[in-house]
Nanobody
Framework: QLQASGGGLVQAGSSLRLSCVVS????????LGWFRQAPGKEREFVGT????????ALADSVKGRFTISRDNAKNTVYLQMNSLKAEDTAIYYC??????????????????WGQGTQVTVSS
């Protein structure tokens, strides 16, 4: 199970940190990703972290502003979001995938999803 939290209403230029707590079969997870979905738009990739290596990948739209990190002791992955923009407004979802294969930027590669947390950035 995945439980995302940390969303809220902030002004442009502010920061937020989202958390995703993972429970259950954590040993079978290859990577944990963050996706977001704005109203009327498709769910899009934000970033991901490979559990074994700690390597991360981020969407071009958030590079330089967002970072992904993890705390294995807490089974938690974080999405630190800085310099937020109005266009970052969306519901943010964390997701887990068990397979090391496939496109880690594609939502179809992820098996389990959290419930989402709303991020609203006012301009």
């Amino acid at each position: 199970q995945l439980q995302a939290s940390g969303g809220g209403l902030v002004q442009a230029g502010s920061s937020l940190r989202l958390s995703c707590v993972v429970s259950g079969r954590t040993f079978s997870i290859n990577s944990l990703g963050w996706f977001r979905q704005a109203p009327g738009k498709e769910r899009e990739f934000v970033g991901t972290i490979i559990q074994t290596s700690g390597n991360t990948a981020l969407a071009d739209s958030v590079k330089g502003r967002f970072t992904i990190s993890r705390d294995n002791a807490k089974n938690t992955v974080y999405l630190q979001m800085n310099s937020l923009k109005a266009e970052d407004t969306a519901i943010y979802y964390c997701a887990a995938r068990g397979s090391p294969y496939g496109d880690l930027r594609s939502r179809t590669s992820y098996d389990s999803w959290g419930q989402g947390t709303q991020v609203t950035v006012s301009s």
